[in-house]
């Protein structure tokens, strides 16, 4: 499901960002997030696609394991 209308194909890509950023309420926003802390589940990229669309689900999939992974490794350099 997209929250893009008619209207929003002539944006750019930044400008379909910003418009997607603006229409999500803060209880979709959690159920993202939600979803995004659990992206290893199949079931995520489905629920997070109907939110935003298959290319933007993919992004904040790979940015979210990417922030985790550094997240991770700088506190396996604290640890040691």
Do not use: H
Request: aromatic share 4%; charged share 45%.
């Amino acid at each position: 499901m997209s929250l893009l209308g008619p209207d929003d194909f002539g944006l750019d890509r930044k400008g379909r960002k910003k418009k997607l950023a603006k229409d999500l309420s803060p209880e979709l926003q959690k159920d993202m997030d939600k979803w995004l802390d659990r992206a290893d589940d199949p079931e995520a990229f489905k629920r997070i696609s109907e939110m935003v669309g298959p290319e933007q689900a993919r992004q904040l999939i790979a940015r979210r394991r990417k922030r985790k992974a550094e997240l991770e490794s700088d506190s396996n350099l604290l640890d040691q």
